[in-house]
């Protein structure tokens, strides 16, 4: 147990294709499970400070480095804090991207943080000055914040398209007539007159649209015939969501950069 679980660290602390290849618990490939995996075995990390850093004190002091021991030990509790907020950020990208999927992920995603937490499974049999001394030069892969981040925002974009799409698919029904006017809204004052007047010589009753009432039923049953937007081509047939106002994309979307902003490209399938 204890060759495997340094065997798994030696290899996580080299670039991600070697340890993909040979390691069991490596990352998977997909952005929301690489992140998952992320948070798994940093947070296993994490939870192992109090347990290593009475080791750690002893090494550092042992073998002190050109700063001085002091200045060694006060990187431990910035590292934890460091981690603990990194932690934070994988956590918000996973809730993202679980809320914005169209299919239920968290299963999948819960087995990638146990896979992530499994590179530390052996730490309560090993050596602990073994175990200090790979806890003190382990670090997670240096692009899970960088995915997370981007896991965040395709998440966000896709989210929004999602739910502008379930709007426009909803069908409104369109009223018949206006609705009846609000008993607050008095009636137009009518002329009185001493006495009944012919039919012909009646004056014409005032159109129903220039009441308040209709005035304002007017326009509340137009917007679901709206047109939708059409999206543009731009340079050489792209196709560009914008996230502060998301279109329907029949394809895929894809993160991009354009005019210094993070847009999506709609790639038709």
């Not at 400070?49 to 080791?55: A, H, K, S």
């Not at 607050?184 to 010589?201: G, L, N």
């Amino acid at each position: 147990m204890a060759n495997a679980l340094f065997l798994a660290l030696a290899l996580l602390a080299q670039d991600g294709q070697a340890s993909a290849q040979t390691s069991p618990n490596a990352p998977p490939t997909d952005e929301y499970g690489y992140v998952a995996w992320c948070y798994g075995a940093l947070g296993g990390y994490a939870s192992l400070y109090d347990q290593v850093m009475p080791e750690v004190t002893r090494i550092e002091k042992a073998f002190p480095g050109p700063d001085g021991v002091q200045a060694a030990l006060k990187t431990y509790p910035e590292m934890r804090a460091q981690a603990q907020k990194d932690l934070k950020t994988f956590a918000s990208a996973i809730t993202a991207a679980e809320k914005a999927s169209p299919r239920p992920i968290s299963e999948y995603g819960g087995a990638q943080v146990k896979r992530g937490a499994a590179v530390w499974q052996g730490a309560a049999s090993v050596d602990k000055a073994r175990l200090a001394q790979m806890w003190m030069s382990w670090s997670p892969p240096g692009d899970c914040e960088k995915r997370a981040k981007t896991l965040e925002m395709k998440s966000s974009i896709l989210g929004r398209a999602l739910n502008y799409n379930a709007a426009g698919s909803a069908t409104t029904p369109t009223p018949t007539s206006p609705p009846p006017a609000q008993p607050e809204t008095p009636a137009p004052a009518q002329p009185e007159t001493p006495a009944p007047q012919p039919v012909a010589e009646a004056p014409a009753p005032k159109p129903a649209a220039a009441t308040p009432a209709a005035t304002t039923a007017m326009p509340k049953a137009k917007p679901a015939a709206a047109p939708a937007k059409k999206l543009p081509p731009i340079g050489g047939g792209e196709i560009i969501v914008d996230p502060v106002n998301p279109v329907p994309c029949a394809g895929s979307l894809l993160p991009a950069k354009r005019g210094g902003r993070d847009v999506l490209i709609c790639k038709p399938n």
